[in-house]
C-alpha cells in the first residue's frame, strides 16, 4: 500500500500560481502511475492530470493543458501539480491519487489510493 498527504493549497488571485505537492510513503514510488483529481460541490470527481511510474509520459485535461504541469521526484517520493495562469473555475478540492496498473488512466474508479485533499481557491 501507499499513503498520500498533499499539501500546498491555498487562496490565490487569478492568473496567479501554485504548486501542489503529493508525498507518498509505503511501497516504493516508481511502482506506481499517479494523478491530480479535483472536485468541487456537488459534482464529481474530475480528471486533471497524469504522469507514468516511469515519468515519460504526461496527460492533462483539456481546459488545464498549457497551464498545469505535473512532475515527479523519485530521490523525495513526491508528485507535484504546478498551477499558473489560474482561473476562478480552477477553485476545487485537489486530490493526489495513485495505482499500479500496467496502464494510465483518466478514472478516478481506477485509483486505489487517495490523498485527503487540499483546497485550491481563486479568486476574481
Known amino acids: 500500500q501507499v499513503q498520500l498527504v498533499e499539501s500546498g493549497g491555498g487562496l490565490v488571485q487569478a492568473g496567479g500560481s501554485l504548486r501542489l505537492s503529493c508525498a507518498a510513503s509505503g511501497r516504493t514510488f516508481s511502482t506506481y502511475n499517479m494523478a491530480w483529481f479535483r472536485q468541487t460541490p456537488g459534482k464529481e470527481r474530475e480528471f486533471v492530470a497524469a504522469?507514468?511510474?516511469?515519468?515519460?509520459?504526461?496527460y492533462y485535461l483539456d481546459s488545464v493543458k498549457g497551464r498545469f504541469t505535473i512532475s515527479r521526484d523519485y530521490a523525495k517520493n513526491t508528485v507535484f501539480l504546478q498551477m499558473n495562469s489560474l482561473k476562478p473555475e480552477d477553485t476545487a478540492v485537489y486530490f493526489c491519487a495513485a495505482n499500479d496498473l500496467l496502464y494510465t488512466t483518466r478514472s478516478s474508479a481506477q485509483y486505489d489510493y487517495w490523498g485527503q485533499g487540499t483546497q485550491v481557491t481563486v479568486s476574481s
Open positions: 504522469i507514468t511510474r516511469s515519468g515519460s509520459n504526461t
